[in-house]
């Protein structure tokens, strides 16, 4: 009895661990082809959208993004480039959404934590010496997590270990007396 009991608490606790895992970064299907290439990319960088053509996209696709503006694939085209904003955060993940007559479809894109080596409006003649140091980080994250999201998982986490324990230790004490 007691490892029917032990089998329970550590199946309620891969149950917490795998909801705390996020989905994979992967396309949602479609009715036509589409891509982001490369699927990461430095801020200001440049990306390639390409759009298959077929019966379900004859016409004008559009594409957009939070990073950049709205791009227009004409009907004879199967791509287009678009310029990542510099102001897009490195490490974010980013919907890039293709529209295509009465299709769509969500695409990812990844900012990478770098900068490209040529900015066109920004060309420094020489480099600022810092005598205090630099800034070094947002300081208090983890792989992009803040100590909020860190603090949360924590929780779920020892909540669902407590209650294991707990209606482990009920069920013994009944089967005992």
């Known amino acids: 009895m007691r490892a029917i009991c032990v089998a329970s608490a550590v199946l309620l606790g891969a149950g917490a661990l795998t909801s705390c895992v996020p989905a994979a970064d992967a396309a949602i299907p479609t009715d036509f082809g589409f891509s982001v ?17 077929n019966e379900a996209c004859q016409g004008e696709a559009a594409v957009s993004s939070p990073v950049f503006d709205v791009v ?3 009907p004879e085209e199967s791509s287009a480039t678009a310029v990542v904003d510099w102001d897009a ?13 009465e299709s769509s479809g969500t695409a990812r894109l990844t900012i990478a934590g770098g900068r490209p080596t040529h900015h066109p409006t920004h060309h420094p003649t020489h480099h600022p ?3 205090k140091g630099v ?15 860190i603090g949360l998982g924590a929780a779920l986490i020892a909540g669902s270990l407590g209650a294991a324990y707990h209606f482990a230790r009920r069920r013994t004490d009944e089967d005992a007396g």
Do not use: N, Q
């Open 135 to 149: 800034y070094a980080g947002e300081g208090g994250t983890l792989a992009g997590f803040d100590l909020k999201e």
């Open 72 to 74: 227009a694939i004409p």
């Open 37 to 53: 290439e490369p699927s990461t990319v430095a801020a200001g960088g440049r990306v390639t959208l390409r759009v298959e053509r």
């Open 89 to 101: 955060k490195p490490g974010a993940v980013y919907d890039v959404e293709f529209v295509c007559d």
């Open 129 to 131: 010496r810092h005598p």
